[in-house]
């Protein structure tokens, strides 16, 4: 997993979506994808 990214802008995350969307879409296995999105969420910023 990620480390946490202070300087991360969670306002890019429509674009991650985006990003895996189309992974997705060019066949991506399901693992992959979640792998994206664990690596995106553990990212953001934390409080």
Excluded at 4 to 14: I, N
Excluded at 32 to 42: C, F, G, M, S, V
Aim: glycine residues 8%.
């Amino acid at each position: 997993m990620a480390i946490v990214a202070p300087e991360a802008d969670p306002g890019k995350l429509p674009a991650v979506l985006r990003g895996i969307e189309a992974v997705g879409k060019a066949g991506a296995s399901k693992e992959t994808l979640h792998d994206i999105a664990e690596t995106a969420i553990a990212v953001l910023p934390r409080p």
